[in-house]
């Protein structure tokens, strides 16, 4: 398979589940509890619509070896955290926990950011509140149905593996836009 230079996420207005198409690649992938939106808010629950790049792609080095990527690559620690305080200075950027504003556990209990790649939505620059800790993730699967996200792209492993795989800086991942 060649390298593709768009990760292609479609889903039907509403809904919570959808495709995630790269090269001859095609899974079911898991959405925001509020299906696609234009107009991401943050806590909305919904995943943006839009052209992100992939900026970096995080691993949690006590569960998991560093995956074969062309994406830049950083171990998750402990005290690893998100600012999603919208009118925090370091809203939607890494923190180190605790943090004085809200922000949000790097390290999880969960698998769920065992592996995450953190997608360019509201990051150059933030706008507070327009959508903070977007990424592409593990998905959390119950019963062999993909559960919704807060707002996030998310995989079964073994197919979010394939499609890091063949991932490079280059890689952008289009998410309800043809």
């Known amino acids: 398979m060649t390298r593709s230079a768009d990760i292609e996420v479609t889903a039907n207005p509403g809904e919570t589940r959808g495709r995630l ?16 939106r234009d107009d991401k808010r943050e806590g909305d629950g919904a995943t943006p619509i839009g052209l992100f790049p ?33 009118g925090d200075p370091a809203y939607n950027r890494p923190v180190r926990l605790p943090y ?7 390290w999880r209990e969960d698998s769920l950011y ?17 959508g903070s800790a977007i990424f592409f993730h593990i998905a959390n699967e119950k019963n062999g149905v993909l559960q919704p996200t807060e707002g996030c792209v998310a995989l079964r492993l073994a197919d ?12 952008k991942m289009r998410i309800g836009v043809p």
Not at 100 to 106: D, G, I, N, Q, V
């Open 21 to 36: 198409i790269f090269g001859a690649w095609d899974f079911p992938c898991a959405l925001g509890r509020s299906g696609l």
């Open 54 to 86: 992939l900026r970096q792609l995080w691993y949690r080095p006590d569960r998991l070896s560093p995956p074969a990527t062309g994406l830049p690559i950083r171990p998750i620690a402990q005290g690893d955290g998100w600012c999603d305080a919208p």
């Open 100 to 106: 004085p504003a809200s922000a949000e556990t790097m």
């Open 114 to 130: 065992d592996l995450l790649v953190v997608l360019g939505h509201n990051d150059d620059p933030p706008r507070p509140g327009a």
């Open 160 to 171: 979010m593996l394939k499609v890091l795989s063949r991932c490079t800086p280059q890689t």
